[in-house]
C-alpha cells in the first residue's frame, strides 16, 4: 500500500497541516492548466495516459475531517458548512487519539447538497499526495464506498465524482453523457501523476 507515514510508524498528518497552511494562499489544490481542445490528452496514446471527469458545477472547496467534525473550506479559508461525516475523524464515532485527518477535494453541487470528490489528500491521517492519480482514485472509491452511514442523518452527501480513461468513448462519457449534476467543464488527470499543489501540468482543464 502506498502510503506515507513518519519516521515512527504512525501516519503522516502533514498533508492536513501543508494544506490548511496554503490555504490562504488559495493554492491548496492541483489547479489545471487550459486546454483549447478535448482531445488534446484523448489522442495522447488513445487516452492512455490519462483520466478524464466531468468536472460539477459549485463551489470549490476543501472538505476536512478532523478530531470528530468535518467542515468545508473555500480557497481563501472560509467556512462553508461544518456537519459530522462518515469519513476518518468527521464525527465523534470516527475520531481517534491520533486525530488522523482526511482531505478532499470536492466541488459542492446546490441542488442536490452533495459534495462531489475530485480527489484526495490525505484519509485517516494516511497522505497520498505522493501517489499517482490511478492509485488515489481507486483508493478514493474504495473508501467512501466503505464508510458506514454515521449515527445521525447527514445534511450533505459526499459522493466521488465519475472518472473515465480518456480515449474517445471516455471523453464522449464525459461530455454528453448523463449525470447527476450540472457539467462545469472537462478535467483531466495524468494517471501517473502526483498531487501537486498550485498550477500543474499533471491535469488539464477544458471548457466550451
Not at 46 to 72: D, F
Not at 119 to 131: H, K, R
Request: glycine fraction near 10%; charge should be neutral; include cysteine.
Amino acid at each position: 500500500m502506498n502510503v506515507v507515514t513518519s519516521a515512527n510508524g504512525k501516519a503522516d498528518t502533514s498533508g492536513l497541516r501543508r494544506a490548511l497552511a496554503m490555504m490562504k494562499e488559495d493554492a491548496t489544490t492541483m489547479i489545471g492548466t487550459k486546454m483549447m481542445s478535448s482531445s488534446s490528452c484523448a489522442s495522447d496514446a488513445h487516452g492512455g495516459g490519462w483520466y478524464v471527469v466531468p468536472r460539477p458545477e459549485g463551489k470549490r472547496c476543501l472538505v476536512v475531517a478532523s478530531r470528530g467534525k468535518t467542515a468545508s473550506r473555500l480557497p481563501h479559508g472560509d467556512v462553508l458548512h461544518r456537519w459530522r461525516s462518515a469519513v476518518p475523524s468527521g464525527s465523534p464515532q470516527t475520531a481517534t487519539k491520533d486525530d488522523q485527518a482526511t482531505v478532499l477535494e470536492c466541488v459542492f453541487y446546490e441542488p442536490s447538497s452533495t459534495y462531489y470528490v475530485l480527489d484526495v489528500m490525505t484519509w485517516g491521517g494516511y497522505s497520498l499526495y505522493d501517489c499517482t492519480a490511478e492509485f488515489r482514485f481507486y483508493w478514493l472509491r474504495t473508501k467512501l464506498g466503505e464508510l458506514e452511514p454515521p449515527e445521525e442523518a447527514a445534511p450533505y452527501v459526499l459522493a466521488p465524482a465519475p472518472y473515465f480513461d480518456a480515449d474517445g468513448d471516455g471523453v464522449l462519457a464525459a461530455h454528453g453523457g448523463p449525470l447527476p449534476y450540472l457539467r462545469d467543464g472537462l478535467l483531466f488527470y495524468a494517471k501517473q501523476g502526483h498531487y501537486a499543489l498550485g498550477p500543474t501540468p499533471l491535469v488539464a482543464l477544458f471548457k466550451d
